[in-house]
């Protein structure tokens, strides 16, 4: 009775859990460490109201696949037409380019360090290499159970290791509430940019659109599907926030120095020489675990955007669950892992710079298109409603000042 209970509750929060573990990642540790840094715990706010925001999004995607039994991507194709397709390929193929090598880089150095403490002594390229080409492997073998396991294990470590590391920073219990709660920034050059970048870098960008495909796997259905779907979303956009407050905490002690992924070293060494070096190496198993996820679910994810696009354009009729038998996935499967590796011959600062830019120009779009589609293309039971159009709209404004604020 005990193992069916936790078997429904797994299967309740899996979709929500893939798509947190695959959101939380290397732009999750720098954004949120390195402003916590800058403002401290005086931003705390801007990491619930990024959450937010990323929920809405999210909402909006299952929403539109329960209604119409379509992907986000067939919709766009199918209605937007001409416009989102040259959108995509001026966006897709530079995206998976910058967020592939930001992955590969940050793997290699954490996985590195990780090594490096269980008495192995490699490079930031051969643990980099080495992890894009066990996730290749893994998912070649095409199977979503060994994946979703795995998946899930990484979710524990990490949920284990930085939830044990934030308490050990001494920030008063006075100072995280009034973060949280009463919205500020501090009058400093740049606090703006930092507290913009915080709410952005929330989640993920391109793989929010990933969770229908993980929806698809759920057998839910209907309006009952999309109440399950909300309860799973608000669940994993929960862990996401606890996990970037965390970093903010930690890193508005814990982050002395260092640029780009030198901010894992900076912590580790803070937790070593202050708490205890048992806590600076559980840091750096904690950030690892959300780097590996990350790149694992990426890898697995991005490509059936690929396919579906690919298979949408073709006039082809695909179900979401075969995507992963085609060629078209197993050849966007094999350049994403493979390609980026070139990026290891570049600073990690300059490819999460150009991630970082790439990335900020995907979540208007989204927000414009799911206020076009969920409002002119389906029933009138799976409309949304003022106050979602409210939100969504509030989201498209957010979304193009954060954007036009990174050029301008």
């Not at 403002?39 to 109201?49: D, F, I, P």
């Amino acid at each position: 009775m005990a193992a069916t209970a936790f078997s429904r509750a797994y299967l309740f929060i899996l979709p929500g859990l893939l798509m947190a573990m695959t959101g939380v990642g290397v732009g999750d540790l720098a954004t949120a460490g390195f402003t916590g840094a800058q403002l401290g715990t005086s931003v705390l706010w801007a990491v619930l109201l990024g959450g937010m925001f990323k929920y809405i999004l999210t909402e909006g995607i299952a929403r539109w696949q329960l209604a119409t039994q379509t992907s986000i991507i067939q919709g766009a194709i199918a209605h937007l037409r001409i416009p989102f397709i040259i959108f995509m390929i001026i966006y897709f193929v530079p995206w998976c380019w910058f967020v592939g090598g930001a992955l590969i880089n940050a793997a290699g150095v954490a996985g590195k360090e990780v090594m490096f403490l269980m008495g192995f002594d490699v490079t930031k390229a051969q643990a980099g290499i080495a992890h894009s080409a066990l996730a290749l492997i893994l998912l070649l073998m095409g199977r979503q159970a060994v994946f979703n396991r795995l998946m899930s294990v990484l979710a524990v470590v990490l949920f284990l290791t930085v939830l044990s590391c934030v308490i050990m920073v001494p920030v008063s219990p006075q100072a995280i509430l009034s973060g949280l709660f009463v919205p500020s920034i501090p009058d400093q050059v740049g606090a703006l940019s930092w507290t913009i970048a915080l709410m952005g870098g929330v989640g993920g960008t391109l793989t929010v659109i990933c969770y229908g495909y993980w929806l698809a796997n759920s057998e839910r259905e209907g309006l009952a599907g999309l109440k399950t779907s909300r309860w799973d979303i608000a669940i994993s956009y929960s862990f996401t926030c606890l996990f970037g407050i965390a970093m903010v905490i930690i890193g508005s002690v814990a982050v002395q120095e260092g640029k780009g992924l030198n901010l894992l070293l900076s912590v580790s060494e803070y937790f070593s020489h202050h708490i205890h070096p048992f806590m600076g190496g559980l840091f750096l198993v904690g950030a690892w675990a959300a780097i590996f996820s990350s790149l694992l679910g990426v890898w697995q994810a991005v490509p059936l955007i690929f396919a579906d696009g690919f298979h949408s354009l073709k006039g082809e009729s695909r179900s979401l669950k075969v995507l992963p038998e085609s060629t078209a996935y197993k050849a966007w499967l094999v350049a994403l892992a493979l390609v980026p590796i070139l990026s290891l011959v570049m600073s990690f600062k300059e490819v999460q710079k150009l991630y970082s830019v790439v990335g900020a120009f995907f979540m208007p779009i989204l927000a414009l298109t799911l206020l076009w589609l969920n409002n002119k293309h389906v029933t009138a039971n799976f409309k949304n409603s003022i106050l979602l159009n409210s939100a969504l709209v509030l989201v498209l404004v957010f979304f193009v000042f954060a954007s036009l604020y990174k050029w301008l």
